[in-house]
């Protein structure tokens, strides 16, 4: 059996339980900890980590097919579920010499896990802190003031960046900070149009962790920013788009069939100007779902073109989103915008993988650098 066998097996109680609460999670606003409950029991949050560790050894391949099938049911629950698989991903591959269990510990769920990344000072730049480190002894000072946090408050640990402590490096470091450490603090509320049960709330470091809590060699934060995190958040990133985006497309199709017009006695669906748009959002939710795949198999088995295929699949199923979730509302019409059906929940958490560092915008000029000779940084 396959791991995307296992996986659909055990997901499905995931699914059933982010189904269930997706309303209320929207809503009100709240962090889905029914969903995340039934991941950590499911073995999930170890997708991606060897079968060694208790994970399941599964590929990027997987991974999509994931989150895209949590986003289609609560995409609030696909953005934690995101966060805690690419916050394991560096660990996996850069242990810190303090935490050699710590592998473990995400692998079977005991710990959960999220990224603390982007600052204040530098905003969606994300690899690019401004905060500092002061080396104590066999200690190190942390000062940050971190943004956007997904899961803040709810996650167990924190990979947390922060520049090298000589003057006048841009060299980063990554440190492991178990969020009950003393001077961790969520610094805010969470208050989004969409995405709203992800806690992304700013936190505040304050605190003094042991030095060998950090991830890899000193001075080695971005190179695991751009080669571990980068690539596994993009494609996750997507994956939470498209899985918005199949949502939107299903409900619009199920609504356009069934509603009809009785002076006409026609469905929807029978007009022929809905159905081209219903079309066009097929056919564009196909193209970008094919071509994610693909980059989630050159992720798997890189090469010269895979960091320029991680760069655009993040920005062009963003933008896919957007283009899908808005023709969705406008084919459901007052149905849609009276929150009669889910597609204006759709159509909200579409907007933040756009604006959700690095932004769509960012990787489009990247992406553009690329292609003719100039350097990305």
Same mark, same amino acid.
């Given at each position: 059996m396959s791991v995307t066998d296992v996986t659909r097996t055990d997901l499905q109680p995931v699914l059933d339980a982010a189904r269930e609460n997706a309303l209320d999670v929207d809503r009100s606003g709240r962090f889905p900890r029914e969903a995340v409950a039934a991941l950590r029991s499911s073995g999930l949050l170890g997708l991606t980590a060897p079968t060694e560790l208790g994970g399941m050894g599964g590929g990027p391949g997987d991974f999509i097919e994931t989150v895209s099938a949590l986003a289609g049911a609560c995409g609030s629950t696909a953005m934690v579920y995101l966060m805690h698989v690419v916050a394991m991903m560096p660990v996996l591959v850069a242990t810190p010499e303090g935490l050699p269990d710590l592998p473990r510990q995400l692998a079977t769920g005991e710990k959960f896990a999220s990224l603390a990344l982007s600052e204040k000072g530098s905003r969606s730049h994300f690899w690019a802190p401004v905060s500092r480190q002061a080396r104590q002894n066999g200690s190190v000072r942390l000062e940050a003031d971190k943004s956007w946090v997904t899961s803040a408050g709810e996650a167990d640990v924190i990979v947390a960046s922060c520049l090298v402590s000589e003057a006048g490096s841009a060299d980063s470091d990554l440190f492991v900070v178990p969020t009950a450490t003393a001077g961790v603090t969520v610094a805010g509320p969470w208050t989004g149009m969409g995405l709203r049960g992800n806690a992304s709330s700013p936190i505040a470091l304050d605190t003094t962790i042991p030095y060998d809590y950090r991830l890899g060699k000193p001075g080695e934060g971005f190179r695991l920013m751009m080669e571990v995190i980068l690539p596994w958040f993009n494609i996750g990133n997507a994956a939470v788009s498209l899985g918005l985006a199949q949502a939107a497309c299903d409900a619009a199709v199920q609504h356009c069939t069934g509603a009809r017009l009785e002076h006409l006695d026609q469905a929807l669906a029978d007009l022929p100007t809905v159905r081209a748009q219903l079309a066009r959002m097929h056919i564009l939710l196909d193209t970008q779902r094919t071509y994610l795949r693909a980059v989630a198999a050159s992720v798997a088995a890189p090469d010269d073109t895979t960091p320029l295929r991680v760069l655009a699949s993040k920005a062009a199923a963003n933008e896919a989103a957007l283009t899908i979730t808005d023709i969705a509302m406008r084919v459901c019409g007052g149905a849609a915008f009276s929150q009669h059906l889910a597609v204006d929940r759709y159509f909200r958490d579409a907007r /933040? @993988?756009?604006?959700? /560092?690095? *932004?769509?915008?960012?990787?489009?000029?990247?992406? @553009?650098?690329?292609? *003719?000779g100039r350097p990305l940084f």
């Amino acid at each position: 059996m396959s791991v995307t066998d296992v996986t659909r097996t055990d997901l499905q109680p995931v699914l059933d339980a982010a189904r269930e609460n997706a309303l209320d999670v929207d809503r009100s606003g709240r962090f889905p900890r029914e969903a995340v409950a039934a991941l950590r029991s499911s073995g999930l949050l170890g997708l991606t980590a060897p079968t060694e560790l208790g994970g399941m050894g599964g590929g990027p391949g997987d991974f999509i097919e994931t989150v895209s099938a949590l986003a289609g049911a609560c995409g609030s629950t696909a953005m934690v579920y995101l966060m805690h698989v690419v916050a394991m991903m560096p660990v996996l591959v850069a242990t810190p010499e303090g935490l050699p269990d710590l592998p473990r510990q995400l692998a079977t769920g005991e710990k959960f896990a999220s990224l603390a990344l982007s600052e204040k000072g530098s905003r969606s730049h994300f690899w690019a802190p401004v905060s500092r480190q002061a080396r104590q002894n066999g200690s190190v000072r942390l000062e940050a003031d971190k943004s956007w946090v997904t899961s803040a408050g709810e996650a167990d640990v924190i990979v947390a960046s922060c520049l090298v402590s000589e003057a006048g490096s841009a060299d980063s470091d990554l440190f492991v900070v178990p969020t009950a450490t003393a001077g961790v603090t969520v610094a805010g509320p969470w208050t989004g149009m969409g995405l709203r049960g992800n806690a992304s709330s700013p936190i505040a470091l304050d605190t003094t962790i042991p030095y060998d809590y950090r991830l890899g060699k000193p001075g080695e934060g971005f190179r695991l920013m751009m080669e571990v995190i980068l690539p596994w958040f993009n494609i996750g990133n997507a994956a939470v788009s498209l899985g918005l985006a199949q949502a939107a497309c299903d409900a619009a199709v199920q609504h356009c069939t069934g509603a009809r017009l009785e002076h006409l006695d026609q469905a929807l669906a029978d007009l022929p100007t809905v159905r081209a748009q219903l079309a066009r959002m097929h056919i564009l939710l196909d193209t970008q779902r094919t071509y994610l795949r693909a980059v989630a198999a050159s992720v798997a088995a890189p090469d010269d073109t895979t960091p320029l295929r991680v760069l655009a699949s993040k920005a062009a199923a963003n933008e896919a989103a957007l283009t899908i979730t808005d023709i969705a509302m406008r084919v459901c019409g007052g149905a849609a915008f009276s929150q009669h059906l889910a597609v204006d929940r759709y159509f909200r958490d579409a907007r /933040a @993988g756009f604006v959700m /560092a690095p *932004t769509a915008d960012a990787l489009y000029d990247f992406y @553009g650098k690329a292609i *003719t000779g100039r350097p990305l940084f």
